[in-house]
C-alpha cells in the first residue's frame, strides 16, 4: 500500500493525464513537463504554461485550496485546471474546472487542523467537462486519503 505523500502524488498525476487527454481531445498540442516538481507548470497547452491541482472541495467553503507555497504559480500561468476529485458530497463525479486569469481571486482561510490554505470559489471557475465513467471514478478513489472512500 501507498503512503499519504504516495497517494497525492498518484492522485495528481491522474489528474494531469485527465487534463492532457481533454484539450489533446479537443485538438489542442499538450507537452507534459518531464519535471515532477517543475516551478513554472505541470504542462504546455497550446504554448500556454498550464497548472493543475487534483482536490476535493472543500464543501463549507464551497472552494478549492492552494498551499501558499503554490499560490504564485496558480496566480500567474495561463491556464489554470482544478481537478475536483470524488467526495462523500459528490462520489459519482470527476469535473475539471479551469479558472480564468481575472477571476483567480483568492483569499486566506484556515482549515480545522490548523493550517493556512489559499482558497478560490468554485463558482468562479468554468466547468470543462464531468466525467461519470466508474473506472475513472474508481481510479481516484484508489488514491484517495479521505475517510468517507475506506
Known amino acids: ?47 500556454e504554461r498550464c497548472e ?13 485550496t492552494i498551499k501558499p507555497n503554490q499560490l504564485k504559480k496558480c496566480q500567474e500561468v495561463d491556464i489554470l485546471v482544478i481537478v475536483e476529485t470524488p467526495s462523500k458530497y459528490n462520489n459519482m463525479t470527476v469535473t475539471l474546472y479551469e479558472f480564468p486569469k481575472d477571476k483567480r481571486n483568492f483569499y486566506r482561510r484556515q482549515t480545522y487542523d490548523g493550517r493556512v490554505m489559499y482558497c ?25 486519503n479521505s475517510s468517507w472512500v475506506k
Open 120 to 144: 478560490i470559489k468554485t463558482a468562479l471557475g468554468t466547468v470543462l467537462t464531468t466525467y461519470t465513467d466508474p473506472v475513472i471514478i474508481n481510479q481516484f478513489n484508489r488514491y484517495s
Open 1 to 47: 500500500m501507498f503512503d499519504t505523500e504516495q497517494m497525492k502524488m498518484k492522485t495528481g498525476d491522474l489528474g494531469e493525464k485527465l487534463v492532457a487527454r481533454y484539450y489533446r481531445d479537443l485538438g489542442y498540442t499538450v507537452e507534459e513537463s518531464l519535471d515532477l516538481f517543475d516551478y513554472e507548470k505541470d504542462m504546455m497547452i497550446n504554448n
Open 52 to 64: 493543475i491541482k487534483t482536490q476535493q472541495r472543500w464543501h463549507r467553503e464551497s472552494a478549492f
